[in-house]
């Protein structure tokens, strides 16, 4: 440009037009997320919730803030857009109800070089479908163009969720005693963690990720790396909400071996036995094609367990049952005892395909 010439915001590379078009699309996605409470209406500077009209006396609020971590990359690299807003409100959603709240709205952050509509909307649509398998309502945003930060083609996201629950019926693991049994409910696939690792894998392994895979030739294997985090908020707001579950643990970062201990109160001990699940065969690909052994897979993968729910021994068949008709898979997988505060987890050959016996303790 010659020194004469006037610059605009759209010549420096941000496009206020764009951004405008997209929240005009988006508008009637959001609007699908309305609930009690809230009416999911965008454009305000702000977007209010009233708990009262949601049926709440005397509610405490909880907040969760996430991201989707570096699988976001490989939903990139791949033209997969379809899921990953599904996996922003679980990251939040998830870590809401472990603590007995129910998410009542979510907020999102979608950052780019320069906004690209068709797939802004598609991620923001799968985002409405996460809030919408919540119960949530997505109720606001910020869409920001940001030349120089970020590659072409590359964005970003975050997602805060806030919940509430009524004083006095907050889960945190004061009811929790040694005899109480771990159900874990099914993950739906690596979710959200690890995925530093298994991009890695894919480069130094030079998988073909539009092929089918090795473990499952029904699907292609960037689908089963893909497939959004499992959303366990309906399942289990029932249950916590009749005080039959003692505590919950998110299992995400850390695995199971540091996530249970951190639900736990002094002297409890979680004993978990591996042998008492199938290895989906997802999990034994990853860990055959890094030759990981079990303990950094019990710390870096969710090893098919997604959520982790700490019942009284009388109260596990009901619990249980309510789980299934819920549609989830649930597995007895170890008890607590006494000890120090921590996780121990053991198994077979056959369970880790790895040397056996063994195990891993987690001090938290």
């Known amino acids: 440009m010659s020194e004469r010439e006037s610059w605009t915001y759209a010549k420096a590379g941000v496009d206020i037009a764009a951004g405008n078009a997209l929240v005009k699309a988006i508008g009637p996605l959001a609007k699908a997320t309305a609930r009690p409470g809230a009416d999911a209406s965008l454009g305000g500077f702000g977007g209010f919730f009233d708990p009262k009209a949601a049926g709440y006396k005397d509610p405490l609020l909880v907040a969760a803030n996430d991201g989707v971590g570096t699988k976001l990359k490989l939903a990139i690299d791949s033209g997969r857009h379809d899921g990953v807003g599904i996996d922003l409100v679980a990251m939040c959603a998830n870590d809401l109800i472990v603590q007995g709240a129910e998410p009542l709205f979510f907020l999102d952050y979608f950052a780019c070089a320069k906004?690209?509509?068709?797939?802004?909307?598609?991620?923001?649509?799968?985002?409405?479908?996460?809030?919408?398998?919540?119960?949530?309502?997505l109720i606001g945003g910020e869409t920001a163009e940001m030349p120089g930060m970020y590659a072409q083609g590359d964005y970003d996201l975050a997602g805060f969720c806030v919940g509430a629950v009524e004083r006095g019926e907050a889960l945190t693991g004061e009811a929790v005693k040694p005899g109480d049994v771990i159900l874990g409910l099914a993950s739906s696939g690596v979710h959200s963690n690890g995925f530093s690792l298994v991009r890695?894998?894919?480069a130094e392994r030079g998988w073909k990720l539009d092929r089918p895979a090795m473990f499952d030739q029904d699907a292609l294997?960037?689908?089963a790396l893909l497939a959004p985090t499992r959303i366990y908020v309906k399942s289990l707001l029932p249950l916590v909400r009749a005080g039959r579950i003692a505590a919950l643990a998110h299992i995400t970062g850390g695995g199971l071996l540091e996530n249970i201990?951190?639900?736990?109160?002094?002297?409890c001990h979680a004993e978990v036995d591996a042998d008492a699940w199938p290895q989906p065969r997802l999990m034994a690909f990853l860990q055959a094609q890094g030759n990981i052994?079990?303990?950094?897979?019990?710390?870096?993968?969710?090893?098919?367990i997604g959520m982790a729910a700490i019942v009284a021994e009388a109260a596990v068949t009901a619990v249980t049952e309510s789980l299934t008709e819920a549609g989830e898979?649930?597995?007895?997988?170890?008890r607590?005892?006494?000890?120090?505060?921590?996780c121990?987890?053991?198994?077979?050959?056959?369970t880790w395909s790895a040397r056996a016996p063994w195990s891993a303790t987690h001090h938290g």
């Open 200 to 202: 890695r894998l894919a």
């Open 115 to 137: 906004l690209d509509n068709e797939v802004a909307e598609r991620v923001i649509a799968s985002i409405a479908e996460g809030c919408r398998q919540a119960g949530c309502a």
């Open 261 to 267: 201990p951190r639900v736990l109160p002094e002297g």
């Open 336 to 342: 607590l005892t006494e000890g120090q505060r921590g």
């Open 329 to 334: 898979s649930v597995l007895r997988i170890g």
């Open 293 to 304: 052994e079990p303990g950094e897979m019990a710390r870096t993968f969710n090893c098919g």
């Open 221 to 223: 294997l960037i689908e």
């Open 344 to 350: 121990t987890v053991s198994g077979g050959v056959e």
